[in-house]
């Protein structure tokens, strides 16, 4: 199982809003509703800002939406802020029940 | 407080073995399904096993090739990780995360360090 395909860097201004995709196949994105975001800060464990494409956790700020369009999904970071300077990772359900991440993006606050 | 302490990791050579423990507290552990994901030095996020709550279902990633068992003790609130025939791609820190819906992770632990070197 090959990994997601993400950019490895994506920046913004304070206030911009983002999009960081997230590109896998019919086995995975494609084929369930089942991709979630996560953020990681430096030294930190990942935190979870998005399950089922696009459901937002309880505490998990509005400014993080996710979507799904056939084998692509978007993670949206509205109104950029300094604090969300972090890595961000992808992951889908796969057709072998297995989970299969994205390489990771890093997202840069200018 | 719901939390996850992973315990277990060091330094080990290659071909040894190593066994990693998770203490859940918070939560009624025996309700959930459990996963291992591992992160190497600077690299990104990879998925080891998962074991649902009975323990009566297994899935694990299939690039280890059966040297990785996931196992669970619900009476102890423990989920475990045995590594065998260990190598040094499998230097990492390793991660216990509670599963939540389908393939997500809400409560993570810290970490524990696996360093496989002579």
């Known amino acids: 199982q090959s990994a997601l395909t993400q950019p490895a860097s994506v920046s913004g201004s304070p206030g911009q809003s983002i999009i960081i995709s997230c590109t896998g196949t019919s086995s995975d994105i494609g084929g369930y509703n089942y991709v979630s975001w996560y953020q990681q800060h430096p030294g930190k464990a990942p935190k979870l800002l998005i399950s089922?494409?696009?459901h937002r956790p309880s505490g998990v700020s509005y400014r993080f939406s996710g979507s799904k369009s056939d084998t692509t999904a978007s993670l949206t970071i509205s109104g950029l802020r300094a604090e969300d300077e972090a890595d961000y990772y992808c992951?889908?359900?796969?057709?072998?029940?297995?989970?299969?991440f994205g390489g990771g993006t890093k997202v840069t606050v200018l | 407080e719901v939390q996850l302490v992973e315990s277990g990791g060091g330094l080990v050579k290659p071909g040894g073995s190593l066994r990693l423990s998770c203490a859940a507290s918070?939560?009624?552990?025996?309700?959930?399904?459990m996963n291992w994901i591992r992160q190497a030095p600077g690299k990104g996020l990879e998925w080891v096993s998962s074991i649902s709550s009975t323990g009566n279902y297994i899935f694990s990633a299939g690039s280890l090739k059966g040297r990785f068992t996931i196992s669970r003790d619900n009476t102890k609130n423990s989920l475990y990780l045995q590594m065998n025939n260990l190598r040094a791609d499998d230097t990492a820190l390793y991660y216990c995360?509670?599963?939540?819906?389908?393939?997500?992770?809400?409560?993570w632990g810290q970490g524990t360090l696996v360093i496989v070197s002579s």
């Open positions: 995360a509670r599963n939540w819906q389908v393939a997500a992770a809400d409560i």
């Open positions: 089922d494409v696009s």
């Open positions: 918070g939560f009624t552990f025996s309700s959930y399904t």
């Open positions: 992951s889908s359900h796969t057709s072998a029940s297995t989970w299969v």
